[in-house]
């Protein structure tokens, strides 16, 4: 085992020393994956169920490296940045100069010669020991409401895709992606579709925003907010989502509110445990169901985790975060399947006593949809049920799904696919048309 560099600051070795420590969760759901990424260690058949899955629950890269064996400066925290420029003899003032080339005062430098301010034998060991770019992207397609995706490229000829939606109300979202496809195999998300393709690193996830600034702060005003709502279950790539969070709300880079940076789950519970203890960001659970017969079928991880471990995991961890947290849940509505009026009264009685607020989804059909979005009358009498018990919900609108770009559309489905499961008998009349 190598000898590792040691950060200089004391909250920085402290950081650094909690990283390398590395524990194992199991995680065990009968859902299936056409393929994986190493790193992750699968028991499993061609689509056959996942016997065993063992996700690290230490955070732990200290450093990532690209092919070119060059390390990948987003990447890194500032601690770790700040220790590998100690590294190669520099001082901590020319690693918060890099970082803010990298993220702050709206320079999001994209490689060694847009450097300014640092010598020049500085910038030639940056040249030689660094890689500015974790992805490179191919196009941008806008949607009539003027929400925009962009594409990015690697080098397997995988696209990772992110959403960026502009509002009138001056507010800007980058919906980032986590993982190149998904496994939780969610039935109504084109997504799950695909089944895990690859884990994202952390300088990919954060590269989706940098490049986002980057491009459209000028066009369409600053990113004010980030979703982890594109592409893979975040919690499932948990390491590398909350080391993103962390570069996005430093003080001295991108320095997003921790209130605007929102990461959602499908519940893996354990994992969601975690990230309450040890993320500062928002939290978003995706329900779809008051029952687990209708969860157990549209997403396979309730049979894991069920509506009563999922919800009382909640209960006991949001209790120790800040007095004003609230998880937000989201609600994808499925007519004839997750919508009557029943449906919104058990979801008030599921969440009581959870500090919350309630997003109702409109569904984005796509290829091969079973399922239909709820008429708008159903969804508003829906939500004033809801309203009527005195919690906070909302209607989500679509955007961009005239480009694919909308909740539960990105992704591409190649030959091979996640499985259908079966539609439950009381349902299948619902879903002819």
């Keep these: 085992m190598g000898v590792l560099p040691v950060p200089t600051s004391f909250l920085s070795f402290l950081n650094f020393c909690v990283r390398r420590q590395f524990k194992w969760t199991h995680l065990h ?32 890269a200290y450093q990532e490296e690209v092919p070119t064996g060059k390390v990948s400066l987003k990447g890194m925290l500032y601690g770790e940045l700040e220790a590998w420029v100690n590294s190669l003899g520099y001082k901590d003032s020319q690693a918060l100069m890099l970082w803010r080339c990298l993220y702050g005062n709206g320079k999001w430098v994209q490689c060694a010669d847009d450097l300014q301010g640092f010598s020049k ?20 397609q806008v949607a009539a409401d003027g929400t925009r995706k962009m594409l990015f490229g690697l080098d397997n000829d995988t696209m990772i895709e992110t959403v960026v939606i502009p509002c009138s109300r001056g507010r800007t979202t980058v919906c980032v992606s986590s993982q190149v496809g998904c496994a939780m195999n969610c039935q109504f998300c084109f997504t799950g579709r695909m089944g895990l393709k690859i884990h994202l690193n952390t300088a990919q996830i954060v590269e989706q925003l940098v490049v986002a600034m980057r491009i459209f702060t000028e066009e369409i005003g600053p990113i004010t907010n980030v979703v982890f709502m594109g592409m893979g279950e975040p919690l499932h790539n948990l390491e590398n989502v909350v080391r993103a969070t962390e570069i996005m709300i430093d003080l001295h880079g991108l320095h997003l509110s921790p209130s605007k940076v929102t990461v959602s789950t499908s519940g893996l519970v354990p994992q969601l445990q975690r990230f309450c203890r040890e993320a500062s960001c928002s939290l978003a659970v995706s329900l779809n169901a008051t029952t687990d017969e209708i969860r157990n079928w549209i997403m396979p991880i309730n049979r894991k985790y069920n509506l009563n471990t999922l919800l009382n995991a909640l209960r006991e961890e949001l209790p120790l975060k800040t007095r004003h947290f609230k998880v937000l849940f989201e609600y994808v509505m499925l007519s004839g399947v997750n919508d009557s009026l029943e449906d919104a009264v ?5 969440v009581k006593g959870i500090p919350c607020k309630i997003n109702l989804v409109t ?44 909740c539960g559309q990105l992704g591409k489905l190649g030959s091979d696919q996640a499985p259908r499961l079966k539609i439950p008998p009381k349902f299948q009349t619902a879903l002819q048309h």
């Design 346 to 350: 058990r979801l008030v009685a599921l």
């Design 29 to 60: 759901i009968p859902i299936a994956i056409p393929c994986c990424s190493s790193g992750f260690k699968l028991s499993v058949g061609r689509f056959s169920s996942i016997s065993s899955v063992e996700l690290p629950k230490g955070l732990g």
């Design 363 to 406: 569904f984005n059909p796509h290829a091969g949809s079973i399922f239909l979005p709820s008429p708008k009358e159903k969804m508003l009498a829906f939500r004033d049920i809801i309203a009527a018990s005195g919690l906070v919900v909302f209607i989500r609108q679509s955007r961009g799904d005239d480009q694919m770009a909308a």
């Design 121 to 140: 034998k500085f910038v030639m060991v940056l040249r030689e020991k660094a890689d500015f770019n974790a992805l490179s992207l191919k196009s941008v």
